[in-house]
């Protein structure tokens, strides 16, 4: 992409964050022209099955990051950027007003045990043991595979525990870096962290991490990997036998208070690039897109703002917005999405 390209792109999606994003979900803050007097700002919608999480704002300072923000707000890096288009990762002005993304629509299918989207590098865990309306869900920033590996899509399941576990590296880490030993045990080196989920896929883990940097994005060999804090609340919900889905979905949808949303997340090649760089190519809508959205409209498909659905597939975000029923219009200075319910 050329320099002049790459600065048009970023400006439309600046251009697009105030008029698409912003304004596309029920339930705003609206600051009524005066500026925020907080540095972190909440909001909490209706209740809903199809989705966990709430949105999340705060202004920078000078020292800011998004790399060293991600892991102090308990989000993933590579959604953090994602959320905040056009905004510099390194050097975000003084005052912006980042959305901390942790407002998710629930992935499809079965809602058990874990279940990873590698598309949206979340975690989700349904707790059947607590009650409630709605099913008690948690949801997690993963770290994934990196360039050249992967992890299996499909069904297995918890097979072990440990806590304090060892890490034995396999061939390929060790042609990277000659220098480890056969067995890492517990302790600062060990990248597997303080606590560990064996799957059904041997050498394939959930496990916590020694370097959080590397959590929400590309950073692993197959495993996924937690934040320590998110491992260590996990760890004591989970036993053996604990269901595991692993899917990719970068395309999900569900209903908040009778309207439908929409969350887009950038596709792998897009997701790679604002790892590696801060910024993604634009890229067309995805293929189904709209026969997705029509098959979840139903009989309301005949209220979707399509011309929405397709701003927020070519630009995928990762933030639920409301697709349904007439556009909401703008206040002076801008309204701000909220979603959200349950746990985290």
């Known amino acids: 992409m050329t320099g002049r390209r790459s600065r048009s792109v970023r400006s439309a999606l600046v251009a697009l964050a105030a008029v698409l994003v912003l304004p596309s979900c029920a339930g705003f803050i609206n600051l009524g022209g005066k500026p925020a007097r907080t540095r972190y700002l909440l909001e909490a919608p209706p209740p809903s099955a199809d989705l966990v999480g709430k949105l999340r704002f705060r202004e920078t300072v000078p020292e800011d990051t998004l790399i060293d923000l991600a892991p102090e707000l308990g989000v993933g890096y590579v959604e ?83 806590e304090k576990p060892t890490w034995v590296p396999p061939e390929s880490a060790r042609r990277d870096d ?6 890492v045990p517990p302790g600062p080196d060990n990248p597997l962290g303080e606590y560990a ?82 910024k993604y190519p634009a890229s067309p809508p995805p293929a189904t897109l709209r026969e997705q959205v029509k098959r979840a409209a139903g009989k309301r498909a005949n209220e979707v703002d399509w011309a929405r659905v397709d701003l927020i597939g070519v630009h995928r975000y990762g933030i639920p917005s409301r697709v349904t029923s007439k556009p909401i219009g703008r206040s002076p200075i801008g309204r701000v999405p909220a979603a959200s319910v349950s746990q985290r």
């Open 80 to 162: 953090l950027v994602a959320a905040n288009p056009g905004i510099d990762p390194w050097l975000p002005p003084k005052g912006t007003r980042l959305v901390i993304p942790e407002a998710r629509l629930l992935p499809s299918g079965p809602r058990e045990g874990i279940v990873v989207n590698l598309a949206d590098l979340r975690l989700y865990y349904f707790d059947r043991a607590a009650g409630g309306e709605f099913p008690a869900v948690r949801s997690y920033p993963i770290g994934v595979a990196k360039d050249g590996y992967a992890t299996p899509l499909g069904d297995t399941t918890v097979k072990s525990k440990k």
């Open 178 to 183: 000659p220098t480890l030993g056969a067995r």
């Open 197 to 278: 989920l064996y799957l059904g896929w041997p050498s394939y883990l959930i496990h916590g991490t020694n370097d959080p940097r590397g959590v929400g994005r590309h950073s692993s060999r197959g495993c996924i990997r937690l934040y320590p804090d998110d491992i260590a609340e996990l760890y004591p919900l989970i036993e053996p036998g604990t269901k595991v889905r692993v899917v990719n979905e970068p395309v999900k949808l569900g209903w908040i208070d009778g309207e439908l949303y929409l969350e887009v997340n950038p596709n792998a090649e897009q997701s790679l690039e604002l790892d590696e760089t801060g």
